[in-house]
């Protein structure tokens, strides 16, 4: 069975895969002060037997969040490229690339993007910074 660490990793590694030439960074735990534009997988919780197996044999779900800081807020350019990430299909595709080996290199038994959506970040600093992107909620089965 994959942990927790594994998971993160391995989501983080097929995006890379796929939209590597997309993102300055993909991390698979979370960044401050991330460039743009950059992903990274945040744990979430984690429902144990969900086949009412023995601990080492019973499939858990877990859930993690995928957020990528896109662009600076500051135009509609950059809400026209936070669009593109969120299809479903093409290009800058993050759905399509988070799915894009749903075994996770054979460490989990399956992964599905649940959910998405436009996400806005403020960021104190000198000066404030507003960061536009996306989340993707993904569903993992180990």
Request: proline share 6%.
């Amino acid at each position: 069975m994959a942990d927790l660490v594994d998971i993160c990793e391995g989501i983080a590694a097929n995006i890379r895969t796929e939209l590597g030439d997309k993102f300055k960074l993909v991390a698979p735990f979370p960044l401050a002060g991330p460039p743009t534009p950059s992903a990274h997988v945040l744990p979430g919780d984690v429902d144990f037997h969900q086949t009412f197996g023995s601990l080492e044999d019973s499939m858990d779900s877990w859930t993690f969040t995928v957020e990528a800081f896109l662009a600076l807020a500051t135009d509609r350019e950059s809400q026209k490229l936070a669009a593109k990430y969120l299809s479903k299909s093409g290009d800058f595709s993050v759905i399509a690339a988070i799915e894009s080996d749903t075994s996770l290199g054979g460490i989990v038994s399956d992964l599905i993007v649940t959910g998405g959506g436009f996400r806005y970040w403020d960021k104190a600093g000198v000066p404030p910074v507003t960061y536009v992107g996306g989340f993707w909620t993904v569903q993992v089965l180990t």
